[in-house]
């Protein structure tokens, strides 16, 4: 069983475009993609995470060593991520005073975030148990757990950077840089948001 399986993002992916085409069908053409985007995001981070989260570190060594053919899987979950701040932009240019849509756009930037965070956890995780040394010391005795590797990645979506763990590979430095600039554009967009809302409401 992968845990980012190509089955999990088409499935995710279904739902995304099925809620935004019924939100469409009700009259509600401008929000639909904003929904879709939404109820995509909202699936597949649900889905990964219940798998995931409950494993120990055997059972996170375990799935992380079944993981290799997940790679294409995570390119497209990432480009799916960078597309849906293109939506939540455009549908901020175009909101003007529109509470709902402005609302909308803050969820959606926020779970697309959250989502290459996601992927970069997964990502750590491979690239930790094909290391020779792991490439990343947790200053810790027991084993990593797939909560450590979400500590990790989401401490570079907010900080742009590591914290109290060590890079120790250039494999793991290359994924820090490449999660630190795509978080920083992501930065950006949820700033962005958070100026439209404020000024939406204050209108």
């Known amino acids: 069983m992968r845990i980012l399986s190509a089955g999990k993002a088409l499935v995710s992916l279904l739902a995304g475009i099925v809620a935004g085409m019924l939100t469409a069908v009700l009259g509600a053409s401008g929000p639909a993609p904003l929904v879709g985007l939404i109820v995509g995001a909202a699936t597949v981070l649900a889905w990964v995470w219940m798998v ?17 053919g997940s790679r ?24 003007s005073d529109n509470k709902a849509m402005v609302i909308l756009s803050v969820v959606a930037v926020v779970l697309s975030w959250a989502l290459v965070n996601t992927v970069f956890a997964f990502k750590y995780a491979r690239s930790y148990y094909f290391e020779t040394d792991g490439g990343i010391d947790f200053n810790q005795d027991a084993p990593p757990s797939y909560s450590d590797f979400a500590y990790l990645a989401f401490t570079v979506g907010m900080s742009y950077a590591i914290s109290d763990t060590n890079s120790t590979s250039t494999e793991i430095r290359r994924l820090v840089l490449a999660h630190a600039l795509l978080s920083y554009a992501f930065g950006t967009g949820i700033l962005a948001v958070a100026i439209n809302l404020l000024a939406s409401l204050g209108s």
């Open 52 to 68: 995931s989260w409950p494993h120990d570190a055997a059972g996170t060594k375990a799935l992380a060593e079944r993981e290799t």
């Open 72 to 95: 294409g899987t995570d390119s497209a979950i990432l480009a799916a991520a960078v597309g849906g701040l293109a939506v939540v932009i455009s549908a901020i240019v175009n909101a």
